[in-house]
């Protein structure tokens, strides 16, 4: 090989030169990385709610040995429990060998994602069909979510306290739904409107039958309507004013899917975010005897602000904090300032189809390892977190030691929109906070994009910062 030039020497000192992993990963690190991936595709499928991903995990975690939490138990280095918030959110911990008073390391990723709600008196009856009407969560774009297969998750709470759960078009046999979409030859007057108006709020109804209840000889009205009643009553034992105590939602019916010739992406609803949850999940089952304290916290609420006592804009996790520094006769606030929080949630990978709403330097591309954000927000950086340089030295030095590959990211151009995390909700509480997580490509859509390498390079980091 030629000697370097000067030139060329004072270029990799002094410049940075972000590379693809397809240039730098070795070959068994990538199959590592495609390997670490097919169970997280399994959890994809099976986990499209933030109920079914708590239960998800609670299930790994006792199989890996953690218990239930006992308030005021003292527990020794190296023991594992979770602490389950009403079913919708989780923290699990591994006790470190110092002393809680040293601070915990904070793994916060959120398992809600973008989808269509039940309104409270969903089911109606029109031109002799049968719907369930919709109120979207999170930040859809609403046309996605016309003319494709929806499954309905979700919970109901009878009128005499029993609970049933509810998943319909997952199975191999079972019905699937829809919400239907105008054909293109009468779509004159839509295909003006804006995106935004294209397909409204009130359009995003589900239409779920066509069947009439009895004979030719009944006389009741809305037969329709009432078929469908007695179907869910057969199978579920519940009447309509059970809705009003439910919490049902339509989400896409596919499974995860490798994605491209070859498969170095995974095609999924719900990237956002329990791809990071997925990868905080096995690092903190994977963490053996840490020195501080691990505390992965899964949040719901994060699609539409974090508010509510299962959201991170709440006392649930300071609490849950005060909880574990009081068995060690610690001061919560003592332990938070000293805290280190890797907030993981997924970024914006570079689209070479609309390249316009990024900034080249500053964006996160696929494939080029788990992306540091410094800040996210919106135009004068509003409503954002935004770490400090002490901050981001301590993590970026805590990846290169590690091997981990990693990139730095800014949601879009300035001036362009935004976004926020849960993070701010975490520095709140005066822990030193920095996000971090996976570029996704058609992020919120029903069908999300990342890549395998850079899902595993999430787990990485989150290995190094809870060991
Ligand atoms: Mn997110
Ligand atoms: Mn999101």
């Known amino acids: 090989m030629a000697e370097k030039t000067k030139g060329e020497l004072l270029q990799e000192q002094l410049l940075m030169d972000p590379k693809n992993m397809g240039e730098t990963l070795p070959p068994e690190e990538m199959k590592r990385a495609y390997d670490f991936c097919e169970p997280y595709k399994d959890f994809l499928t099976r986990a499209k709610t933030e109920r079914e ?5 609670v299930k790994k975690l006792e199989e890996s040995g953690y218990t239930t939490y006992r308030r005021g138990k003292e527990y020794k280095a190296g023991e594992k429990f979770y602490f389950n918030n009403r079913d919708k959110s989780l923290a699990a911990v591994t006790v470190g060998s110092r002393p809680i008073s040293q601070g915990v390391h904070i793994g916060a990723s959120h398992i809600d994602s973008p989808r269509l709600d039940f309104k409270p008196r969903p089911l109606y009856e029109e031109a002799q069909l049968a719907y369930f009407k919709t109120h979207y969560y999170g930040g ?6 016309s003319a494709i297969p929806l499954s309905i998750h979700g919970v109901v709470l009878k009128k005499d306290g029993t609970s049933v759960t509810v998943t319909i078009g997952e199975d191999e046999g079972d019905p699937i739904f829809c919400v239907t979409d105008l054909l293109p030859h009468l779509a004159k007057d839509q295909m003006k409107l804006t995106m935004a108006e294209g397909i409204k709020g009130e359009q995003l109804n589900i239409l779920i039958g066509c069947q009439m209840f009895g004979d030719t000889e009944e006389t009741v ?3 329709v309507k009432l078929n469908v009643m007695k179907l869910l009553s057969e199978k579920y034992g519940i009447v309509e004013s059970d809705f009003l105590s439910a919490e049902l ?5 596919f499974p995860a899917r490798d994605l491209g010739l070859d498969r170095g992406m995974i095609g999924s609803y719900g990237h956002d975010d329990r791809v990071c949850a997925y990868c905080n999940l096995m690092a903190e089952i994977d963490a053996k005897d840490p020195a501080y304290t691990t505390v992965t916290v899964f949040a719901d609420k994060e699609e539409v602000g974090s508010d509510g006592n299962t959201g991170l804009h709440s006392m649930w996790l300071a609490d849950f904090i005060e909880d574990l520094a009081q068995a060690q006769g610690a001061q919560v606030r003592h332990v938070l300032e000293r805290s280190k929080c890797l907030s993981t949630d997924v970024n914006a990978a570079f689209d070479p189809s609309f390249p316009d709403v990024t900034e080249r330097r500053n964006v996160a591309y696929l494939n080029y390892g788990v992306v540091l954000t410094k800040y996210t ?4 950086k509003s409503s954002t977190n935004d770490a400090s340089a002490e901050t981001m030295h301590f993590f970026r030095k805590l990846m290169d030691d590690a091997g981990v590959v990693w990139q730095t990211g800014e949601l879009g151009k300035v001036d362009q929109g935004g976004g926020g995390t849960v993070a701010k909700y975490v520095s709140f509480h005066n822990v030193d906070t920095v996000d971090l997580g ?5 992020m919120h859509a029903p069908f999300e994009v990342v890549s395998k390498a850079d ?4 787990y990485k980091a989150m290995e190094a910062f809870y060991q």
């Open 53 to 57: 991903a708590v239960a998800w995990m």
């Open 140 to 145: 859809v774009k609403k046309y996605q979510w």
């Open 221 to 223: 009205s809305e037969r």
């Open 249 to 253: 939602a339509a989400v896409p019916a």
């Open 377 to 380: 927000g919106s135009g004068g």
């Open 438 to 442: 996976v570029p996704v490509l058609s």
């Open 455 to 458: 899902v595993y390079m999430t």
